[in-house]
């Protein structure tokens, strides 16, 4: 009995740490994308990441996860105001850029530590939304494109995502439209067809191309009419005319 509480309680660990992580991809995110997107986002990849095969973890995948938990309890731990003293049971940071360089030092230590695990793959991601986050684009899109390459294949997706929105804000629309196009023609449960759908015609109208965002916000209008991304495709249109 104790022994099968012990297991549960790393269990319990564990989707703590996947779902906690699922929120700050979220928390990145909403600075590049819409909430409907961000919402998506976040509920998909806590339940793809569970159970899409990390519900039968082992010792290494465990272990992992748990650190994983300590690095993303760091990329929410909160921000002090300037001049405000340090408190020894309250643990903050005195700026986003320490915050965001602690975690990527834990954050390594998976990598470094688990490299073939799951949880790996997850902090390879996190990786390069710190890296973003710091703006070093060549870190954040070396992260990106590993875990778009090797990486479990939800999380590949969202990876991909990711690194499409890297390059649709350094002005690589080229490169940005075919990822988008590419998560269009092959949907996950990380990233569906009308989320990519829908930055795919926010990149072109934000790249000066309202036709091309025009024929996309019509595509999911058609293919979504009773539900918030159709709802959202018409405000776009009429925002268009």
């Given amino acids: 009995m104790r022994a099968k509480t012990r297991h549960q309680l790393k269990q319990d660990a564990f989707s703590r740490a996947t779902i906690e992580a699922a929120g700050k991809t979220a928390h990145w995110t909403v600075e590049h994308q819409t909430t409907l997107i961000v919402s998506g986002i976040a509920i998909a990849l806590a339940l793809a990441l569970f159970f899409g095969g990390w519900a039968y973890l082992n010792q290494q995948n465990q272990k992992a996860g748990l650190d994983l938990t300590q690095a993303v ?55 390069g939304v710190t890296a973003s986050n710091l703006g070093n684009t060549t870190a954040a899109e070396n992260d990106f494109k590993t875990v778009a390459s090797n990486g479990n294949h939800d999380v590949a997706a969202l990876a991909r995502f990711a690194l499409a929105s890297v390059y649709a804000d350094n002005n690589r629309t080229k490169d940005a439209v075919a990822l988008y196009q590419e998560l269009i023609n092959k949907p996950t449960v990380t990233v569906s067809k009308v989320t990519a759908q829908l930055q795919l015609a926010a990149l072109y109208q934000n790249s000066n191309q309202p036709l091309d965002a025009k024929r996309v916000y019509e595509q999911v209008k058609k293919e979504n009419p009773a539900n918030e991304a159709g709802q959202l495709a018409t405000q776009k249109l009429a925002e268009l005319k």
């Fill in 73 to 127: 309890r760091i990329m929410d731990t909160p921000l002090r105001p300037a001049g405000t003293p340090a408190q020894p049971d309250f643990p903050t940071f005195t700026s986003a850029k320490e915050r965001n360089e602690a975690a990527q030092k834990q954050l390594q230590v998976i990598v470094d530590k688990y490299p073939h695990t799951h949880t790996a793959d997850m902090a390879r991601f996190l990786l």
